[in-house]
């Protein structure tokens, strides 16, 4: 299967002034910061914020837990979770992991229950900034297909057409397991609306777990937050970066594996991915990047748990909440 075809020219240079050195925390929103290894950039696109409240989100966490951490939790006593798209670029191509929340505004819910809030929308902005325009990316490769990872694979309003791919040329890449469910009729919680999933069926491609769906970069599907929710390991310079997606929300799980998230569809199935991406992350070389640990997105999984990786900000967050 051919997922990675020839590219596109690119319509613009990819540079941007550096801002002030800020050091990376948890309880902050995410800026937008890079990780070059070798002749690959991965650059977390941020499309803004979300703020989730600890004992919504989060209902298998003792109490006593965020008790002994306010380091963790904003001023409001939420926990900071950016959403956006992963970047990677590699010999003039690119490809972008996940694409956001897109334009949505206000209280998130789960299930008819508040969770916490959001301000998102920036993702075209913030890759504009980056000096790219959504005609440079030649794929976009989704790790599932939940509202906060698909927001901008269409933008309803365009003067081009309502619901038009915002990424003009690129391929959209969803997991064969991950659009099985759909494809049947059946209703999966915390996907998109039925529109922008009759777009996705009609634009995606396919593929299983072990494609290398671009150069470098191997799916590893970790189903049980959603029912193919999909990894992706990135080769660079002899070094791995493996893209978490939503099997971790915070670092805490990473050395608390059953303590779940409140999305969670298979809480087994989530348990057994999280077992198989802790032992690859544990792999000499490996670097992990995780969509919603505030602004610690790129780390490495040491004895002491989550340790930022040097990433330097070339902008600073672009929403707060």
């Known amino acids: 299967m051919d997922l990675h075809p020839a590219p596109h020219p690119a319509a613009h240079p990819a540079h941007v002034a550096h801002p002030a050195a800020q050091p990376s925390a948890l309880n902050r929103q995410s800026a937008v910061r890079s990780l070059v290894l070798g002749d690959v950039r991965m650059t977390y696109v941020v499309d803004g914020a ?30 900071p979770m950016s959403a956006g798209g992963l970047l990677v670029e590699r010999d003039g191509r690119r490809l972008l992991i996940d694409a956001g929340l897109g334009p949505v505004r206000g209280p998130v819910h789960v299930s008819g229950d508040l969770v916490g809030h959001s301000d998102c929308g920036a993702l075209p902005a913030t890759l504009a900034a980056l000096g790219h325009a959504p005609e440079d990316i030649e794929a976009v490769a989704f790790t599932h297909l939940h509202v906060d990872h698909t927001g901008w694979a269409f933008t309803p309003g365009r003067t081009r057409g309502e619901g ?4 003009p040329r690129a391929r959209y890449l969803v997991a064969a397991p991950e659009w099985a469910p759909h494809d049947r009729g059946t209703t999966v919680p915390g996907a998109p609306e039925a529109d922008v999933l009759t777009r996705i069926g009609a634009e995606h491609t396919p593929f299983d777990d072990g494609d290398e769906i671009f150069p470098g970069v191997r799916a590893l599907v970790t189903p049980g937050h959603s029912p193919g929710h999909t990894s992706y ?11 978490l997606g939503d099997v971790f929300h915070t670092p805490a799980q990473l050395t608390h594996p059953d303590w779940p998230s409140r999305p969670d569809i298979d809480r087994a199935g989530v348990r057994a991915a999280r077992r198989r991406l802790t032992a690859e992350l544990e792999q000499p070389g490996t670097i992990g990047f995780a969509f919603h640990f505030g602004d610690q997105a790129f780390g490495r999984l040491t004895r002491t748990g989550w340790v930022p990786a040097p ?10 909440v």
Do not use: C, N
């Not at 989060?58 to 002994?68: L, S």
């Not at 990433?311 to 967050?317: D, G, S, V």
């Open 233 to 243: 390991v990135i080769d660079a310079a002899g070094e791995r970066v493996i893209v």
């Open 164 to 167: 038009e791919k915002t990424f």
């Open 311 to 320: 990433a330097p900000a070339l902008l600073p967050a672009p929403r707060t």
């Open 50 to 79: 979300m703020a989730m409240l600890p004992s919504g989100f989060f209902p298998g966490f003792p109490q006593e837990y965020w008790d002994a951490h306010p380091e963790l939790l904003d001023e409001r006593g939420r926990l």
